[in-house]
């Protein structure tokens, strides 16, 4: 098992940034590829960006390329999600996921890769 809780959401108003941090506990050695997935109000869970855990590879959305960094820290077991150029649109909860297989490109994007999920955090964007 692995455990994921997500941290660093808020309010912000349009235009500015926050930092999302994910912590892993457990079976950590059993990660292969870890992402984020947000879900706005009435909306499905849609993919953000997702990080391979060995080589660090990213694949993005494109609704947040350019503005989104994903990272990844191995020793800590932490991932972080840096937002910037924030837009009410990206108002959502925010989840953390965790894979046990390597995915890459858009293959990141299915929901059905990920085995451990945490239980999200809210990031409200302000016009």
């Known amino acids: 098992q692995v455990q994921l809780v997500e941290s660093g959401g808020g309010l912000v108003q349009a235009g500015g940034s926050l930092r999302l941090s994910c912590a892993a506990s457990g079976r950590t050695l059993s990660m292969s590829t870890m992402a984020w997935f947000r879900q706005a109000p009435g909306k499905e869970r849609e993919f953000v960006g997702g990080?391979?855990?060995?080589?660090?590879?990213?694949y993005y959305a494109d609704s947040v390329k350019g503005r989104f960094t994903i990272s990844r820290d191995v020793a800590k077991n932490m991932v972080y999600l840096q937002m910037d150029s924030l837009k009410p649109e990206d108002t959502a909860v925010y989840y953390c996921?965790?894979?046990?297989?390597?995915?890459?490109?858009?293959?990141?994007?299915?929901?059905?890769?990920?085995?451990?999920w945490g239980r999200g955090t809210q990031v409200t964007v302000s016009s």
């Open positions: 996921a965790a894979g046990g297989s390597s995915f890459f490109g858009a293959t990141m994007m299915r929901t059905r890769n990920y085995d451990y």
């Open positions: 990080i391979t855990w060995i080589g660090g590879t990213t």
